[in-house]
């Protein structure tokens, strides 16, 4: 036969006990009815929870590259808005070229054109996307292009030594007059387009880099998400534009004048050709990512659905276990008080 020993410190801490257990499940109930969410995954999900961490894992992997895609999006909308005001007025000015080349009297029409296309042609290849440089290929925290304008740019520094030492005269000089035909397109075929190609280009013309962004649109997928202003459209435009407006056209003879406008011509229109191909290709990418995005939206609501299943609690249940819990503990803190009051003093 066996007794069992009781005594007042035995019954209190049982009390204790229960009120302490009580009340970490009312925490617990509590947590998990606020946030809808199990309060330990781990612990509620057992050997399952491997299957929720993997599941979370890829969930935030898609989901960072639909971010991604957001972001070249942006940039891709950008570059298109960009090289379409350069086309426009690449068109414009191809249009002017050909009504004016049989009037050398027209040629400060020409360079104000001229003038003005060179500045837009500068500042949208200078185009800032959240503090990028959208046209700087990976070099996105360099601006790109230099500025023909400014007389210390790099650019219009070696224009003008490139003139001085085929002529031994500046653009501004009368002398330029004297220029032939056949010099003019000595010039242009030679010292002239060296400075829109490599090495020349590099050092004084663009700071870009030839690389340009590539973006990873989906788990297998990667596409170039940028133009490069090094790009051939972008020189031939500068070289027509440069030539247009620092040749000293004003002063040249009419047939070295059409020699120049010539040249113009066919720079402009292999720049128009250039962005307009560019343009299709950024057009392409901008369809792969959009279809991309969908892709993945649909994937990662899948993943979400699952991870809810597993993770997430019956509200409703949860409420009804919360006020039972609730109950209980109201009941185990009236037991106590009354075992509390209990004293063989009481009965003596």
């Given amino acids: 036969m066996k007794t069992t020993y009781i005594s007042t410190i035995s019954l209190a801490d049982a009390s204790r ?27 509620d999900l057992g050997t399952r929870t491997g299957e929720a961490v993997s599941l979370r894992s890829e969930f935030n992997f898609l989901d960072g590259i639909i971010d991604t895609n957001a972001l070249a999006a942006s940039r891709l909308d950008v570059s298109q808005a960009a090289m379409a005001d350069i086309l426009s007025d690449a068109n414009d000015f191809l249009s002017t070229l050909v009504a004016l080349r049989e009037n050398d009297g027209s040629s400060d029409i020409v360079k104000a054109d001229a003038v003005g296309n060179m500045e837009l042609l500068t500042s949208r290849l200078n185009s800032q996307l959240n503090g990028s440089f959208v046209f700087a290929g990976i070099n996105s925290d360099v601006e790109p292009i230099a500025d023909y304008s400014d007389p210390g740019s790099a650019n219009k520094i ?63 997928e990667t596409v170039n998400s940028s133009v490069s202003a090094n790009e051939q459209a972008f020189r031939d435009l500068a070289a027509a534009y440069t030539m247009m407006s620092d040749l000293g056209n004003e002063n040249l003879d009419p ?75 109201e009941t185990s803190y009236a037991v106590t008080a009354r075992m509390q009051g209990l004293s063989i003093l009481n009965y003596l």
């Fill in 17 to 43: 006990r229960q009120i302490q257990n009580q009340s970490s499940l009312v925490q617990k109930l509590g947590v998990e009815l606020s946030s809808g969410r199990k309060f330990d995954v781990g612990l």
């Fill in 158 to 220: 070696a224009a003008d030594l490139a003139f001085f030492t085929e002529f031994g005269i500046t653009q501004s000089d009368p002398g330029v007059a004297a220029i032939t035909p056949s010099a003019m397109d000595t010039y242009l075929n030679g010292a002239f387009e060296t400075m829109f190609t490599d090495p020349a280009w590099g050092t004084s013309w663009s700071s870009a880099s030839s690389s340009v962004m590539v973006s990873r649109i989906s788990a297998s």
């Fill in 255 to 329: 047939g070295t004048w059409k020699t120049v406008v010539d040249k113009a011509i066919e720079k402009v229109g292999s720049g128009i050709a250039g962005v307009t191909s560019q343009m299709g290709k950024l057009g392409n990418v901008q369809e792969q990512v959009s279809l991309a995005s969908d892709r993945l939206k649909v994937q990662t609501d899948i993943l979400n659905r699952r991870i809810n299943d597993l993770e997430n609690v019956n509200s409703e249940e949860t409420a009804v276990r919360l006020n039972t819990a609730l109950t209980q503990l």
